[in-house]
């Protein structure tokens, strides 16, 4: 082993010790990802849902979805422009729109079982017509918080979507060529109760549209809400890292009865220090944004922060924080 004069032991020692006194924000900082949460998983609240964000978890950055009760879609200018403020004062900076499109039925299809059953966190369930408006509102709203990226669905889950598939594809490629057109890129999400739901769904996906403006926002949890109780590792290693442009961190497991639900991120069937590991090692460094959506605490913000606890120590055990 080499030799460590004791002036170097010193001086490495009061290293870590000063890095260890960094304020966390500089922890963030150092981290290979953009680490963030979905502001409305804390408080429709925005000023207050960034406070924590910045403050309390001493991170940079927050994915957009919905404020003050309304689904961005909805927000006036107004709102727009506090909101804008508010982002400044905690300097925080935007990682996506979340936005709702392409949360529909597909047209011509029978109507899906799945529908929005109120699951649209603030947003009204439009009809496919008027996904152009939504697009363009989306547009509008990433250049305005300056982000890049876009998040979109695959249209409502149905029982045999294999007649619709290469139609449903055409529509997402266009759409990316039009979000590619404004210097922007469109992420599809996997959603449990949409089209592409899995890893391996999403790997078919992104295999059939080869286009440099189309990725994808993994979300493990969602996974295996479909059933992919292997959605880490089986699920990831099926997917083409280079096409992972946004990551959502939450956890699934089963209860008594048997059905799989939300649980903190700590727990559940996707191993997050893995995964971060797994992210890093690919050389991941766009966002990993907390979704909680488990409940168990009182409120949004207290089951929030167990979740971001949990996911705090997968960061540090994985290496990435």
């Known amino acids: 082993m080499k030799s460590v004069s004791r002036r170097q032991f010193v001086g490495g020692a009061a290293g870590v010790v000063a890095s260890l006194s960094l304020p966390i924000r500089a922890w963030a900082a150092s981290s290979p990802f953009k680490i963030a949460v979905i502001s409305d998983e804390i408080s429709q609240d925005f000023d207050h849902a960034c406070s924590v964000i910045a403050k309390d978890f001493g991170l940079h950055y927050v994915e957009l979805r919905e404020m003050w009760g309304k689904n961005?879609?909805?927000?006036?200018?107004?709102e727009i422009a506090e909101a804008q403020k508010i982002l400044a004062k905690y300097d925080l900076q935007v990682t996506d729109i979340a936005s709702p499109l392409f949360k529909v039925d597909w047209p011509g299809a029978p109507k899906s079982q799945y529908g929005s059953k109120g699951d649209m966190h603030g947003a009204q369930e439009v009809a496919y017509k008027q996904q152009?408006?939504?697009?363009?509102r989306s547009i509008s709203l990433a250049k305005q918080f300056k982000t890049d990226k876009i998040r979109c669905f695959d249209f409502w889950r149905l029982d045999d979507v294999a007649p619709?598939?290469?139609?449903?594809?055409?529509?997402?490629?266009?759409?990316a060529d039009i979000v590619g057109q404004q210097g922007l890129l469109l992420v599809i999400e996997n959603e449990f109760a949409c089209n592409t739901a899995t890893g391996r769904e999403a790997a078919k996906v992104l295999n059939a549209i080869q286009s440099p403006h189309f990725a994808l926002n993994w979300d493990a949890g969602n996974a295996v809400m479909r059933g992919e109780l292997d959605a880490f590792p089986a699920g990831w290693d099926a997917l083409p890292k280079n096409r992972i442009h946004h990551c959502h961190c939450k956890n699934a497991i089963k209860d008594a009865s048997g059905k799989i639900v939300w649980s903190p991120v700590d727990k559940g069937y996707v191993d997050w220090t893995a995964q971060f590991r797994a992210l890093k090692q690919a050389g991941y460094r766009d966002a990993v944004s907390l979704e909680t959506h488990w409940r168990g605490a009182a409120t949004p913000e207290a089951s929030t922060r167990?979740?971001?606890?949990?996911?705090?120590?997968a960061l540090i055990n994985s290496g990435t924080f």
Do not use: F, P
């Open 72 to 78: 961005l879609q909805a927000s006036s200018d107004a």
């Open 132 to 136: 152009d408006e939504v697009l363009a």
């Open 164 to 175: 619709y598939r290469a139609a449903i594809n055409e529509k997402l490629r266009a759409t």
């Open 306 to 313: 167990i979740s971001w606890d949990g996911m705090k120590q």
